[in-house]
């Protein structure tokens, strides 16, 4: 859980209106060219108030990222291929454009501070960590995951894709990349995994079909 030292009560409407201008200026400046005075002006606040709240800019960007993570669903279709394409998912999604312009600048403010890191890890990793944990145990729970399956490790894995593009960003993640990761761990994890694709095949004709099921249009010559 992100939270900010304790103090006076807090007035949710400024905490609110200072998240929301710490987003708009994220997504429009980055995190090296955001400051407390542009997101206390945007936000109709003073500088005074932002600091009472939040110590210091990481502090302030930590809490309005972990706002925006912290409601991620477990994926839970039934087919086990498509929650881990979703799993997957869930990690871009996590990571998105942002990791360049902001998740990587800002975890280098974090490094030599335990606190702040420890921030960062639990407010904007962990809330996609968790659901794909709960994914993956909902999998096993259902026979279609090995029993002995290193639960930490395989979320490790699906999210080392997006993570990987995300840092060096030579090329986006397309879904034929996410399809491709999932066969691949699928092979080594699933109980059957001739199984899995078989049931995954029965859910095409069920409407709507998941992306997973959904032919890839045909390139033009």
């Known amino acids: 859980m992100v939270s900010s030292s304790p103090g006076r009560p807090r007035n949710e409407g400024i905490d609110r209106a200072v998240l929301d201008a710490t987003m708009e ?5 980055g995190y090296q060219r955001l400051t407390i005075a542009e997101v206390a002006s945007r936000a109709g606040a003073t500088k005074p108030a ?12 930590i809490a309005a990222l972990h706002r925006e993570l912290r409601t991620i669903e477990s994926p839970d279709t039934t087919c086990t291929l498509c929650d881990l394409h ?8 996590a990571f998105g454009t942002r990791y360049v312009t902001v998740l990587g600048p800002l975890l280098a ?17 962990e809330p996609a960590r968790d659901a794909v944990r709960h994914t993956l145990v909902t999998a096993v729970q259902r026979g ?7 639960l930490d490790l ?11 593009r995300a840092i060096l960003g030579q090329s986006p993640l397309t ?3 996410i399809e491709r990761a999932v066969v691949t761990l699928l092979r080594g994890i699933a109980v059957d995994y001739d199984a899995l694709v078989a049931h995954s095949l029965t859910l095409e004709a069920a409407p709507p079909p998941h992306e997973q099921h959904v032919p890839a249009a045909p390139t033009e010559p």
Do not use: K, N, T
């Open 86 to 93: 979703e799993s997957i998912g869930l990690f871009a999604q």
């Open 50 to 61: 932002l600091y009472r709240r939040w110590p210091s800019r990481p502090w302030l960007v």
């Open 144 to 150: 279609d995951l090995r029993p002995d399956l290193d």
């Open 25 to 29: 200026v994220l997504d429009e400046l």
């Open 175 to 177: 879904s034929g990349d």
């Open 109 to 125: 403010d974090c490094a030599g501070d335990q606190r702040l890191r420890r921030a960062f890890l639990d407010g904007l990793l």
């Open 154 to 164: 395989a979320v490790d894995m699906l999210g080392a894709v997006p993570h990987y």
